[in-house]
């Protein structure tokens, strides 16, 4: 089984960056009891523009799988009401070995 990756830009107005940036700390700290992982980094001159990297063991068990517990799917409606994907966001990439 091969793991799985999305790599998500993302948009978030500065008034509710901390909305946005508390619900992505709270994400991160799900996804490392439930197995996979998030890191997010912010564009250097954009402050507005943010990459959300999601890794997991398999495209089965990954975040943008359907059937994700209901702890993870009330933060991330958090997180979807204050931040615009771009398009394609939610692409799914497996591994290479």
Known sequence: ????????????????????LAAVRELAA????????LWIF?????????????ESRS????????GRPADEQAVE?????VADYEPRAWELWEEVR
Do not use: N
């Not at 999305?6 to 901390?18: C, G, I, W």
């Not at 250097?44 to 999601?54: A, G, I, N, Q």
């Not at 409606?77 to 009401?81: G, V």
């Open 1 to 20: 089984m091969s793991r799985a990756l999305t790599v998500s830009r993302v948009r978030v107005r500065s008034a509710d960056q901390t909305t946005y």
């Open 30 to 37: 799900l996804a490392e009891r439930h197995g996979w992982h």
């Open 42 to 54: 912010r564009h250097p001159t954009d402050r507005e523009l943010f990459l959300e990297c999601s």
């Open 59 to 66: 495209p089965e068990s990954h975040r943008s799988g359907s």
């Open 77 to 81: 409606q958090r997180i979807r009401s």
